[in-house]
């Protein structure tokens, strides 16, 4: 959805597509430093891999150092906990690895839905510093894409590049004087669009349960109060200033009313029911097609 005539650098990492668009091409410095941040990302954070650092954790309690990066993903995840009672929790790994959604990518349940533990039970996380009180497995994908595309902007910024538009799969992040118009994919048919809107010097976000589908009904937007797959909402999309903020709250409007939300965030959204009814906030400059 960038510019005519811009250049872009696509690669895979954390198990997605990603796309960088600049005017000028990126250097070859700088395209390592992004894959070298991709990597460390994911490093740190996948629960799908058994060498990252939080999967530590997932075979026994202690305590882990994290990037600097941590305290803002810890800030952002204790708010929607609490504003959720609970239905936005980093530890629904659990309860994804029991519906299949596991690191073989089995897609075979092993058991009925089931909450995971609760967080004051059982993990300390002040920042940089998390200690696990019994194994846990950290699951952190209702916002950590968004902050994968924050830290990847902040790389570009420090290049010296002030026009970009950082793509990671449908979570962007655009800087600059020329705004560009996303389509927002119909939730039930990829090759279709719902609408438009325009990205402006802000992050755009979008949260959808048919991305992944497997057995029965099962899909990897649930409610971390029952470990259950949410069925009423379908598509979810919000802007704000940054991705971070805008990814946890794509995944929070799956579980809450936005009105909540918008009592201690600033940001616009737009929500699919499984109805197929569309609602949205009064700031976002969208257009829905008919």
Not at 98 to 109: C, K, N, T
Not at 127 to 139: C, F, N, Q, S, Y
Not at 207 to 222: I, K, Q, Y
Request: aromatic letters at 8%.
């Amino acid at each position: 959805m960038a510019h005519p005539g811009w250049s872009s650098f696509s690669f895979e990492g954390i198990g997605t597509g990603w796309e960088i668009s600049t005017p000028e091409p990126l250097a070859p410095a700088l395209t390592k430093k992004v894959l070298d941040a991709v990597e460390a990302y994911d490093r740190t954070w996948s629960r799908f891999r058994s060498d990252s650092l939080v999967s530590g954790l997932s075979r026994s309690p202690g305590s882990i150092t994290l990037p600097e990066h941590a305290a803002g993903l810890q800030e952002l995840y204790s708010v929607l906990y609490r504003l959720s009672q609970g239905a936005v929790t980093p530890l629904i790994g659990s309860s994804l690895e029991r519906l299949g959604y596991d690191a073989a990518y089995s897609l075979s349940p092993s058991g009925v839905p089931q909450a995971p533990a609760r967080w004051e039970d059982v993990l300390e996380w002040t920042g940089t510093a998390m200690t696990a009180k019994e194994p846990l497995v950290l699951d952190i994908g209702a916002a950590g894409k968004g902050q994968l595309v924050d830290l990847l902007g902040g790389l570009l910024h420090e290049a010296g590049h002030s026009d970009f538009l950082v793509d990671g799969s449908g979570d962007m992040l655009h800087s600059g004087s020329h705004p560009v118009t996303v389509a927002l994919e119909h939730p039930y048919d990829p090759k279709q669009a719902i609408g438009t809107v325009e990205l402006d010097n802000a992050a755009l976000c979008a949260s959808a349960s048919n991305r992944r589908v497997w057995d029965d009904g099962l899909h990897h937007v649930l409610d971390g109060t029952t470990g259950k797959p949410i069925h009423t909402t379908v598509a979810t999309w919000t802007m704000a200033a940054g991705a971070l903020e805008a990814d946890g709250l794509a995944t929070a409007l799956f579980m809450m009313e936005p009105a909540l939300l918008e009592q201690e965030f600033e940001f616009s959204w737009l929500r699919v029911s499984s109805a197929g009814a569309a609602t949205y906030s009064g700031g976002f400059e969208g257009r829905l097609f008919t």
